[in-house]
C-alpha cells in the first residue's frame, strides 16, 4: 500500500506522506518510496516547484525502529551499512530536484525527519511545529547529508547549541535561525507552502532551474559528509558492544 500521494497543479507538485497512526516515522519501505518519487520528479518537465509534507499533526518522527531492515541485528557489517545509506540516498534524491523544493512542517520533524527538512531548499512551519535532532545525545553523528546542511544554515556555533543540548527548535527560533523561512499559522503550512511554491512556478522553468544549481554550487559542502554513514554505523557498533558487554 503507498504512503505517498502526489497531486499536480499549476506547476507545482504536492507529495504527502502518511503511514497513518505511527509517528509518521520514515520505514525502508517508506524511505523507497520517497526516493522513487523524487527521481520520478527529477525528471518532471512539468513540475517547476515541489512541496513535500507529512501530515496534518506530524511531518516525520524519524527512523523507524522497529523496522528490521533498517536497524538489522545480527547482520553483517555491509548489511548494517547499507541500511544506514538509505536515508542518505533519499536525502540526496531529493536535494537533487531541479525544482524550487519547500518542507510544509506540521507537528514534530525529528532525527531523520528533520535532517529530510533540511535537504529541501525551503522550510515552512505551522506554529505547532518543531525540529529536533538527538542523534548526538543518543550517541550517533548527525547523517544523510544533515550535518553539512545544518551549518550551512545557521553556522557552527549554533549547530554545535543544537546538537549537543538536544534543542527543540519551536518556529520563531527556527525563522530566527534560517531553519523556517516562514511561519504559518496551524495547520496552514501546506496552504502556504503551496503559495510560495506557485509563486516560484511563475519564473521561466529553465532561468529557476539554472539560478538553483548556481547557488547550490556556491554553498554546497555535501563533500564534507563523505563519511557520515561510517561514522553512524560505527557509532551504533560501539553502542551494541557497550551493551554486549553489559
Known sequence: MSVVLIEHADGVALVRYDRGGQANALSASAMEELTDVAHRLRADTTSRAVVLTGTATVFSGGIDLSDPLLWPTGADVLEQHAAVERGRALCDAWAALPQLTIAAVEGPAVGGGGVLALALDLRVFGRGAHLRLPEARLGFNLAWGGLPR????????????????????????????????LVAEDGAAVDESLRMARDAAAVPPLALRMTKRAIDAQTD???????????????????DAAAARG
Open 150 to 181: 545544518l551549518v550551512s544554515l545557521v553556522g557552527p556555533a549554533r549547530a554545535k547549541r543544537l546538537l549537543f543540548t538536544d534543542l527543540r527548535v519551536d518556529p520563531a527560533l527556527a525563522l530566527d535561525w534560517g531553519l523556517a523561512d
Open 221 to 239: 559542502q555535501m563533500r564534507l559528509a563523505h563519511g557520515d554513514s561510517d561514522q553512524f554505523l560505527l557509532g551504533r557498533l560501539l553502542r
